[in-house]
């Protein structure tokens, strides 16, 4: 089928990007803030813990659902019109959890919000390959960095703000303007990019993605949590979820004859963006091993309150997204591994300082070695996003944009079932020799630690591979209005 040149927006990308990067940070605001709410949650609605969970292991699962359907959305869908729908379902969303009468409206009103904001990052991510010319990409992708890691790093601590003073009611009320405001805003900037195509949905792989996806996610997160939310051996979720992504695979190769996959896999056979993947997954896995640990260190070991937990925290992840705008100029001028190599060298060397934690640790050693290790990794995404989909031809970005939010949900999980399950058994192990259950706990972490920094050995190994320099690939060397086929099916 013969490609329409796609029309080139009539207002400069700027206030595209903008909008669709101020929607970004607001969905992902709300994908950490009630982290501080749960005990508030509990005592309110008369639940457990257990049951708790579903808060985070719901929206968890809704966007590893809703992801893979993205590569199809963005093809049939106008930008504007997709963007309107998501934010449309978030705002549903953020109005059905302040309302919230019981426990399960909650849990639903956060599967509604997930579905919003599972579209924004694959939407955002493509309309920027689309539309932003290829020297200029990584300097646009560090203002993405900068939404994308700011805003949950800002989650906790805004909602331990609130909670001080205020309902958990209002975590929901104090988003929801600003959410209706970037819509608008939104709606008045954005230009539709690309012209969507007539695709149908194949309707079997939609629930083999959903079975395989969320099953494994689900899976991965149970793993060592001891008691999990569905009674369900997480091995065997784990099993049947790769059981169904393999099947899921081997239908979109075969759909892809005909040129109607679902999540079209032939990124994967362009190595620049498959080596981009393994090496944003790895990292992945490391820096969220980071996240879930420190936190259980901080309240569980040394006894911190949540808001000052989320205060500790805070500092990494605006020093993460403040210098994504700097490091995408860096890599628009020296390319990618003069950056990442330097990042992942110090990630691994400040997670070996972390395998090190005791009881006495003090406060200052842990607050400036997560902030340092935060910076190092800001060094790592900015040039890898950039490099990984700048390698895909424009009717792929699509596609590859929801493939790598796909695998960051499968490494997030994983990264933190890894850590947890071998926290966990350490810990077992020094209580059964006589140690208290603190020092346990300590020790187990320190084993958790040490794993995460081998985990960022192999995002070292990938690093000193990349190209030496901007090379992001034949099909980036064009602007975003001069490659060749600028493909129908590149946006919608």
Request: glycine fraction near 10%; aromatic fraction near 8%.
């Given at each position: 089928?013969?490609?329409?040149?796609?029309?080139?927006?009539?207002?400069?990308?700027?206030?595209?990007?903008?909008?669709?990067?101020?929607?970004?940070?607001?969905?992902?605001?709300?994908?950490?803030?009630?982290?501080?709410?749960?005990?508030?949650?509990?005592?309110?609605?008369?639940?457990?813990?257990?049951?708790?969970?579903?808060?985070?292991?719901?929206?968890?699962?809704?966007?590893?659902?809703?992801?893979?359907?993205?590569?199809?959305?963005?093809?049939?869908?106008?930008?504007?019109?997709?963007?309107?729908?998501?934010?449309?379902?978030?705002?549903?969303?953020?109005?059905?959890?302040?309302?919230?009468?019981?426990?399960?409206?909650?849990?639903?009103?956060?599967?509604?919000?997930a579905?919003?904001?599972?579209?924004?990052?694959?939407?955002?991510?493509?309309?920027?390959?689309?539309?932003?010319?290829?020297?200029?990409?990584?300097?646009?992708?560090?203002?993405?960095?900068?939404?994308?890691?700011?805003?949950?790093?800002?989650?906790?601590?805004?909602?331990?703000?609130?909670?001080d003073?205020?309902?958990?009611?209002?975590?929901?009320?104090?988003?929801?303007?600003?959410?209706?405001?970037?819509?608008a805003?939104?709606?008045?900037?954005?230009?539709?990019?690309?012209?969507?195509?007539?695709?149908?949905?194949?309707?079997?792989?939609?629930?083999?993605?959903?079975?395989?996806?969320?099953?494994?996610?689900y899976?991965?997160?149970?793993?060592?949590?001891?008691?999990?939310?569905l009674?369900?051996?997480?091995?065997?979720?784990v099993?049947?979820?790769?059981?169904?992504?393999?099947?899921?695979?081997?239908?979109?190769?075969?759909l892809?004859?005909?040129?109607?996959?679902?999540?079209?896999?032939?990124?994967?056979?362009?190595?620049?963006?498959?080596?981009?993947?393994?090496?944003?997954?790895?990292?992945?896995?490391?820096?969220?091993?980071?996240?879930?640990?420190?936190?259980?260190?901080?309240?569980?070991?040394?006894?911190?309150?949540?808001?000052?937990?989320?205060?500790?925290?805070?500092?990494?992840?605006?020093?993460?997204?403040?210098?994504?705008?700097?490091?995408?100029?860096?890599?628009?001028?020296?390319?990618?591994?003069?950056?990442?190599?330097?990042?992942?060298?110090?990630?691994?060397?400040?997670?070996?300082?972390?395998?090190?934690?005791?009881?006495h640790?003090?406060?200052?050693?842990?607050?400036?070695?997560?902030t340092?290790?935060?910076?190092?990794?800001?060094?790592?995404?900015?040039?890898?996003?950039?490099?990984?989909?700048?390698?895909?031809?424009?009717?792929?970005?699509?596609?590859?944009?929801?493939?790598?939010?796909?695998v960051?949900?499968?490494?997030?999980?994983?990264?933190?079932?890894?850590?947890?399950?071998?926290?966990?058994?350490?810990?077992?192990?020094?209580?059964?020799?006589?140690?208290?259950?603190?020092?346990?706990?300590?020790?187990?972490?320190?084993?958790?630690?040490?794993?995460?920094?081998?985990?960022?050995?192999?995002?070292?190994?990938?690093?000193?591979?990349?190209?030496?320099?901007?090379?992001?690939?034949?099909?980036?060397?064009?602007?975003?209005?001069?490659?060749?086929?600028?493909?129908?099916?590149?946006?919608?």
């Amino acid at each position: 089928m013969p490609h329409t040149p796609a029309p080139v927006p009539s207002r400069p990308y700027g206030r595209t990007i903008a909008a669709l990067v101020a929607a970004t940070f607001t969905v992902f605001l709300n994908e950490t803030i009630m982290i501080n709410a749960i005990p508030r949650l509990m005592a309110d609605f008369h639940v457990d813990a257990r049951a708790a969970q579903w808060l985070s292991t719901a929206f968890m699962l809704a966007m590893a659902v809703v992801i893979p359907v993205t590569g199809w959305l963005l093809q049939r869908v106008r930008t504007r019109a997709l963007f309107l729908t998501a934010m449309s379902i978030f705002i549903c969303g953020t109005v059905l959890a302040a309302a919230a009468w019981s426990f399960p409206v909650l849990v639903a009103a956060r599967v509604v919000q997930a579905g919003g904001t599972a579209i924004m990052m694959p939407l955002l991510m493509t309309t920027l390959m689309s539309i932003v010319p290829a020297d200029e990409r990584g300097k646009v992708m560090g203002n993405v960095t900068m939404a994308i890691s700011v805003a949950p790093a800002l989650g906790p601590t805004a909602s331990g703000l609130v909670l001080d003073f205020m309902s958990w009611r209002w975590i929901f009320l104090l988003v929801l303007p600003f959410a209706v405001v970037v819509t608008a805003a939104g709606l008045r900037f954005l230009d539709d990019v690309g012209e969507p195509r007539a695709l149908p949905l194949d309707w079997v792989s939609v629930p083999l993605a959903a079975v395989g996806f969320g099953g494994l996610v689900y899976g991965l997160s149970q793993l060592g949590a001891g008691d999990a939310v569905l009674p369900v051996d997480p091995w065997w979720m784990v099993a049947g979820g790769l059981a169904a992504i393999a099947v899921f695979a081997w239908r979109q190769v075969r759909l892809a004859r005909e040129g109607s996959p679902l999540l079209n896999l032939s990124t994967l056979a362009i190595p620049r963006y498959t080596h981009a993947l393994a090496l944003m997954a790895a990292a992945f896995m490391a820096m969220l091993g980071a996240m879930i640990l420190l936190p259980l260190y901080l309240q569980d070991v040394r006894g911190l309150s949540t808001l000052a937990t989320g205060l500790m925290l805070m500092p990494g992840g605006l020093a993460m997204g403040l210098l994504g705008p700097t490091v995408g100029k860096l890599y628009d001028r020296y390319g990618a591994r003069v950056l990442v190599l330097p990042g992942a060298i110090g990630c691994t060397l400040l997670l070996a300082v972390l395998a090190r934690v005791d009881m006495h640790t003090p406060y200052w050693v842990i607050l400036a070695d997560y902030t340092a290790m935060l910076v190092c990794l800001s060094f790592v995404f900015t040039p890898v996003f950039t490099l990984g989909l700048g390698a895909l031809p424009a009717q792929l970005y699509s596609h590859g944009s929801s493939l790598l939010g796909t695998v960051q949900q499968l490494a997030a999980a994983a990264g933190a079932a890894l850590v947890v399950t071998v926290m966990s058994s350490h810990a077992g192990d020094l209580v059964r020799e006589g140690h208290s259950g603190l020092d346990a706990m300590a020790g187990g972490m320190r084993w958790a630690f040490g794993l995460a920094a081998l985990i960022s050995l192999t995002v070292l190994v990938l690093a000193a591979t990349l190209p030496s320099g901007r090379g992001a690939g034949a099909h980036a060397a064009h602007g975003a209005h001069d490659v060749p086929e600028p493909a129908v099916d590149a946006e919608g």
